[in-house]
Nanobody
């Protein structure tokens, strides 16, 4: 049974930083494509970044490119999202998801398992 548990969210001022973690179990993390998605208030889920199993292939949505960094620790089954220069529009619940392919086009909100999410609020 796939289990994904996000942590690391919180309240941060604009320009601040947070590091999200996703602890996984129930599947072989090291051979899995993974991604981060988020859901802003009143909006649907949106894919923001993905990483392939060996970590060499990474993709970002343009609006987080250069500010967010996705990475993985295969030894411990943990996915990370380092977020810098946060903006109020980054306020959302952030989820990690196990996906069929790391690219944005493959993400399915209905089919790809995700965790319970962690709240990120960017406000002064």
């Amino acid at each position: 049974q796939v289990q994904l548990v996000e942590s690391g969210g919180g309240l941060v001022q604009p320009g601040g930083s947070l590091r999200l973690s996703c602890t996984t179990s129930g599947f072989t993390f090291s051979t899995s494509h993974m991604c981060w998605v988020r859901q802003a208030p009143g909006e649907g889920l949106e894919w923001i970044s993905g990483i392939n199993p060996d970590g060499r292939m990474i993709a970002y949505r343009q609006f987080v490119h250069g500010r967010f960094t996705i990475s993985r620790d295969d030894a411990n089954g943990i996915l990370y999202l380092e977020m810098n220069n946060l903006r109020p529009e980054d306020t959302a619940v952030y989820y990690c998801a196990k996906v069929k392919h790391y690219a944005r086009a493959s993400y399915s909100a209905s089919e790809d398992p995700r965790g319970q999410g962690t709240q990120v609020t960017v406000s002064s």
